[in-house]
């Protein structure tokens, strides 16, 4: 592995968070307009309550997406390692996302369509 990776990865904190969100923002699941929107937020909220390239409980690590392949009711997001799908995460629902199931750890269950939740033992 390269050094450079390395550093990237300890200036980006991978390996000190305990969730993974990705947003899918892709045109065939919602708007762009809609899908920036709620990407924006989610990015500005994320840093504003120093969760993002942040440590402890519930640091998180999000991605961007164009396609999560389920091509309705976006914006679509998953966050890992529950494995619950959100759909229609618009920039409205953010907020209440964020409360409830990053920092207090209840998913909302009315906004959940799937569940896959991910075994966090390390391989």
Request: aromatic share 8%; with cysteine.
């Amino acid at each position: 592995m390269s050094q450079e990776l390395r550093e990237i990865a300890i200036r980006l904190k991978i390996g000190d968070y305990h969730r993974h969100i990705f947003l899918c923002v892709g045109t065939t699941c919602c708007s762009e307009d809609i899908g920036g929107a709620a990407w924006k937020k989610l990015k500005d909220e994320l840093k504003a309550r120093n969760l993002s390239l942040s440590e402890g409980p519930s640091a998180c690590y999000r991605t961007k997406v164009q396609c999560l392949r389920v091509c309705s009711g976006g914006p679509i997001l998953v966050v890992y390692p529950e494995g619950y799908w959100y759909g229609g995460m618009t920039e409205d629902r953010i907020d209440r996302f964020i409360d409830e199931q990053i920092l207090a750890g209840r998913p909302i269950d009315e906004w959940i369509f799937a569940r896959n939740p991910l075994s966090n033992q390390e391989h």
